[in-house]
């Protein structure tokens, strides 16, 4: 509690708060009840890190919150114990409760059996060390260990090992009740650590007074006032230790030859607003990381960091210990953006996928699985020759894109074992990532190692960046797998001839991430898109396959459709029907006054077909009074002109051999006709002064021939 005093109060190393601000009552309660546990903390700082993060720590260690009381200004603590009265204690019922968002109680297959506690011991010159604790019944229920190692950076005494490891396994081992309430302004002074009674019938069953703590609360705002809680059955205490203290031991782990990951066998990114939210401890700016086990016994891996607004250079430092690895495999074959059976290549059995529903994967992300850069889930799976089959997929999860993919393409199942470093980083900074695989006897691959691959990767805001839309239509066609004509018309002129696109919005403030996977964010957040001003543009691309070449982007709107008119495309393409199109949906809004644009676009490559034009000559994309190409004329008569937004300052011309340009459009005028034309003659155009067209900036001329199928067309641009 010293340390946490004078993180609070040093205007050197702290937040210079007056010691007025400090309930100090109630931290000199704390810190005796701590002293009487004997548990402190003991760590040397030597780099720069940020407070919270210190904060965190101390927390996590003590088993405790800090907070700022709404009513005093003063910071407060409270400590995760029993021992407390019932009597006088916030009750959630009936007249407080609006809504029962989520309320269910872990399985068995959930929970933890067997806890290790990695510290670094004094009584061994600070070597590394651990504190076991085991639920025997645990592992018979389950037939099975299910083992998990933590770090805590500041124990460094056998007896408070030993004990923070029997409270982890108490609060792990055990099949607890969760839930997330909608409660009105009857907890607006709620904070995270209380202990509330939960008297309420739910689903027919009736709860009378379980102790319920909250973890985590939102508390609203002006606009919405309810406040959501997420709180846990409690079950916290310091069960007394079933194993003595780690006694001095001249015993020697067994070498196991730890070899470092593959580099494609490791991943590190920063991770998306809907894992960090998830976490315990929420906070902004970590790297989520995992890799594969090498078949070494391993139990899980150091992850060790360093971190630079320029290169990173000089000393890793410890960013958090996780147990646990994750599977890797490959796609068995392509799969097109909305497949939701894959079949996948990997060692992975069966029965490490849950069977579950759409609300644990889009709630608790379960079955979680990364295939190049889209976040995918699934409900269900069944063996095939070689992997799995995971079926009832949900595409472009969190703030990925639905995206094709080649066969082979990486498929990372991160769902299986993984974790967040402990370390909160800028935002903007560059990180080095090395990950250190060890065993359950201590073993740790050696940071020198040859094989070692280190991750690098850059900073970019990504918790704060909206999420791009799903479910790309074209005319009306989720991803649209016929060829797409750019002769559909949408309006009274040929200028309105070309296709429409549309999307699935999304909310990156709505925490079920399958809610709206394919229904519309504005139906479930009335607010939206309007709270962050969210926005979408169009980018359209020629020959994505081959030289893939910028077309033109639309201007930025709201709205969750938009048009790619045939005239605009054929401009940029000097005239020429594109083969194959792709249309992108970029996607921005503000957060906190500052415009982020989403991480990816949503995209769609198609085949398209003009039955009007396909055959006819092209004159050409023509600027103001540029001379097209010349068209050798096909039938002998009189040559119809039609253009689809009239020039209201000039005229459209033609000329017959090179001859006298002669008007055949007037101004204000949208047909025309060029006579006199034989049979082998050629016919150019052009406008004779600057292009004024009413709303567009570029309109399509139609030049039909007398009798042979044969037309010809030009585009006039601004």
Known sequence: MEMMYELLTSTEIGYGYPSTDINETEFRAVAETLYDEGNGISFTLNSQRKITDLIKMIERQIDGRFRIDPQTGQWRVVLARDGYSTVGLRTADNDNVLEVIDFSRAAWDQTVNSVKINYKRRANAYGISYAPAQDGANMRIQNRVVPVVWTFEGVKDDTLANKIAWRELRSSSYPLSKGRFKVNRDFWDAYEGEVFLLSYTIEGVVITDLAMRIVRIDVGNKDTPDIIVDAVQDIFS??????????????????????????????????????????????????????????????????????????????????????????????????????????????????????????????????????????????????????????????????????????????????????LTTTSFNTTYNIHIRLLPFDIHGNIVSEGDAGLTQIALTMDNRERRPYCPTFLNVNGTDWNPSPISMDASHGATEDDKGFDVGWTRRDFRIYDEVSQNHTDASTINGDFPANNTTEYALEVTNDPLGTPTLLFSTGWQSTAADHAFRTTILRYTNGVIPTMLQIAVRTRHVYSSVTYEARYALD????????????????????????????????????????????????????????????????????????????????????????????VTETILRVDSPTSAEDAYAIFTV
């Not at 006298?660 to 034309?677: E, F, H, P, R, Y």
């Open 238 to 419: 310091w069960r007394a230790a079933s194993f003595a203290d780690p006694d001095a031991s001249l015993w020697v782990a067994p070498d196991k030859n730890l070899i470092p990951f593959p580099s494609d066998e490791q991943i590190a990114f920063e991770a998306p607003y809907a894992i960090s939210r998830r976490d315990s401890l929420p906070s902004e700016g970590r790297v989520w990381c995992s890799g594969v086990s090498q078949g070494r016994a391993e139990t899980g891996f150091r992850i060790r960091q360093r971190n630079s607004s320029g290169t990173p250079s000089g000393n890793m430092f410890d960013a958090g210990d996780t147990a646990g690895m994750m599977f890797v495999g490959t796609l068995d074959s392509f799969i097109d953006h909305d497949d939701g059976t894959i079949d996948v290549l990997t060692g992975m059995n069966v029965s490490e996928i849950l069977e579950t529903t759409a609300l644990n994967v889009g709630n608790d992300l379960t079955n979680l699985f990364l295939i190049n850069d889209e976040f995918v889930g699934c409900t269900g799976a069944t063996a095939i020759t070689g992997g799995l089959r995971l079926t009832g997929c949900y595409r472009g999860l969190l703030d990925s894109a639905q995206h094709f993919h080649l066969a082979t393409a990486p498929v990372y199942l991160i769902m299986s074992g993984g974790s």
């Open 604 to 695: 769609y490559n198609f085949i398209t077909t003009s039955a009007e034009l396909s055959g006819d000559f092209n004159f050409g994309a023509l600027a103001n009074q540029v001379v097209s190409n010349a068209w050798t004329a096909p039938d002998t008569g009189s040559y119809g002109f039609t253009i689809g937004h009239a020039n209201t300052t000039g005229f459209i011309q033609a000329r017959i051999n090179g001859g006298t340009w002669g008007n055949v459009i007037l101004a204000n005028q949208t047909t025309g006709t060029l006579a006199g034309v034989t049979a082998g003659d050629t016919i150019e155009v052009r406008t004779n002064t600057s292009l004024t067209l009413s709303g």
